[in-house]
């Protein structure tokens, strides 16, 4: 951010990384600069290099490319192989020494040295790999998988929780733990969280004491986790693992345990509607109402509130974005349809004063203002860049 003015990066399947100008005060978000990155899906900075970011290259083999966005003249610096095919997902390790990458094809972690000076990241003889195992549904397991998403494991996420990298698979209904080995110092699985066959656990968030405990130790709290095949969030206490709840991130559905509430979704309770900037009922493929209805990304606001985002709404309002206040409580407190398609990249703000959020089939990229416990305004501002995935504010 300078001088009240704040950048943002934003990434997708396409071939381009774009920075785009947020102006609070002109309610304006404007491109002004890209480089071309190929398939950048997930960004995250560099631990401590100013201005030096990784991103995901989900082409020739799978790459992690290093970017320099501190000036308008964004360029990328180098490339890695990230020793997987499709990596999805960037994570650093809690030393910040390496970062973890999530391959959501060949399936399993890579493990990538980080540097404090030029070239930032390198592959080592012998860099290490996590695979994870995946078994079909037993006889007596009361849920199916879903075929062409479920076929094999699928790591769609690491989440560094203390000393533990936690890994949502969508193709095995797991979230594994892994720890790094007393005696190699080696990633190893540790343990795994089970979900319901055919759920499909995409992205999860901690929220607890934040700070390190010692070497073994993990804080205790909440674990949340948006299931991207079932549409629902789930609340496990963490580290134990109990379950504490299940929510739909739909309207119109039921919770799926008794201390868990979804109030009935009614129309006033949909705070703002733009319609006019989803696509039209006969838009291109990608967009028809028939895609699979898809629950995507998942944040965690200064007071605890959770935000689900959903993909494929089949309404002309576009997709919308979930509240959810913290466990105990755990129920909808808004839902907003903020005139998007296929909304899957969002982000707060470093100062937590706003949100962003693309719709990658239609609507574009918008800032919205947190204005209160769980509510969204619109601030007007509105780029017109569609196939947007990560949204990274700089």
């Not at 391959?103 to 994870?132: I, K």
């Amino acid at each position: 951010m300078t001088n009240n003015t704040y950048r943002i990066a934003l990434g997708g399947p396409g071939k381009t990384v774009h920075i785009a100008s947020f102006d609070p005060a002109a309610s304006s978000l404007a491109l002004s600069s890209s480089v071309e990155a190929s398939r950048a899906t997930w960004l995250i900075a560099h631990p401590s290099a100013k201005g030096i970011y990784f991103a995901t290259g989900e082409q020739d083999g799978g790459a992690v490319r290093i970017l320099r966005l501190d000036s308008d003249n964004a360029q990328v610096v180098a490339s890695v192989r990230s020793g997987g095919l499709n990596p999805t997902h960037l994570a650093l390790s809690p030393d910040g020494a390496e970062l973890l990458v999530a391959h959501y094809v060949s399936g399993g972690v890579g493990v990538l040295r980080v540097l404090p000076a030029p070239p930032y990241l390198e592959r080592t003889a012998g860099a290490q790999t996590v695979d994870f195992l995946w078994t079909p549904p037993a006889p007596h397991e009361p849920g199916k998988i879903v075929p062409d998403r479920q076929e094999r494991s699928h790591p769609h996420q690491v989440l560094v929780v203390g000393h533990e990298a936690l890994v949502p698979d969508l193709g095995a209904d797991k979230i594994w733990r892994l720890a790094k080995s007393a005696g190699s110092g080696a990633w190893e699985v540790a343990g795994a969280l089970d979900f319901p066959r055919g759920s499909g656990p995409r992205h999860a968030l901690f929220h607890g004491a934040p700070a390190l405990r010692p070497r073994g130790a993990t804080p205790d709290g909440v674990l949340y986790t948006v299931a991207e095949l079932s549409n629902q969030l789930f609340a496990h206490a963490w580290p134990a693992g109990e379950h504490l709840g299940t929510l739909p991130t739909l309207p119109n559905a039921s919770s799926t345990t008794a201390n868990a509430t979804s109030p009935p979704l009614l129309p006033g309770e949909i705070l703002y509607a733009d319609p006019s900037t989803a696509p039209p009922a006969d838009a291109p493929r990608a967009q028809l109402k028939a895609d699979p209805q898809l629950a995507a990304e998942i944040l965690l606001d200064a007071e605890g509130c959770v935000y689900v985002t959903n993909r494929n709404e089949p309404g002309e309002q576009g997709d919308s974005i979930v509240v959810y206040s913290p466990h105990p409580e755990f129920k909808v407190l808004q839902r907003y349809y903020p005139g998007v398609k296929h909304l899957r990249g969002i982000a707060f703000s470093p100062d937590g004063k706003y949100v962003a959020f693309a719709g990658m089939n239609g609507g574009g990229v918008k800032v919205w203002e947190r204005a209160g416990k769980g509510e969204l305004r619109d601030t007007g501002a509105r780029a017109d860049v569609e196939g947007i995935t990560s949204v990274l504010w700089l």
